[in-house]
């Protein structure tokens, strides 16, 4: 009995305390909407059923809403992943860690650690 009491207590002190990342509902509800890339004309759409789209409407690119490139979306903790999907139906990944995101900022970290900010349109 002493042996399981003592084993007990190991296993308990033992426990590693996790910290709490984002909520990630909280977050892709924050994400949904229109995002412009700052200093260009870039967009990024998110979609509440996880689904959106990416544009640019510099001169050079000349592509507005509804002709860019579809995306699927998903946030787990603090990882943004999309998915881009091109027009044969090939699928790009891109992870991203949320380094900001508020009603009106995003500021994302790819995984070469450069940051983006977007401003909410």
């Known amino acids: 009995m002493l042996f399981l009491s003592a084993m007990t ?3 308990v002190g033992c426990k590693k305390d996790t910290p709490e990342g984002p ?3 909280q977050l892709a509800n924050l994400l949904v909407g229109k ?3 700052a200093d260009s004309q870039i967009y990024w759409r998110f979609d509440a059923n996880q689904h959106g789209e990416t544009w640019d409407e510099s001169p050079e690119e ?3 809403e509804g002709e ?3 995306l699927n979306w998903s946030i787990s903790s603090d ?3 999309i998915q881009l ?3 044969m139906g090939q699928v790009v990944p891109y992870d991203y860690t949320i380094i900001t995101l508020n009603a009106g900022l995003l500021v994302w970290k790819d995984i070469y650690g450069n940051s983006t900010t ?3 349109q």
Request: hydrophobic letters at 45%; proline letters at 4%; glycine letters at 8%.
């Open 118 to 120: 977007f401003a909410r």
């Open 79 to 81: 990882v943004l992943q």
């Open 9 to 11: 207590l190991a296993m």
């Open 85 to 87: 999907v091109g027009d």
């Open 35 to 37: 995002w412009q890339q």
């Open 23 to 25: 909520d990630p509902i």
């Open 62 to 64: 000349d592509v507005h």
């Open 68 to 70: 860019g490139t579809k």
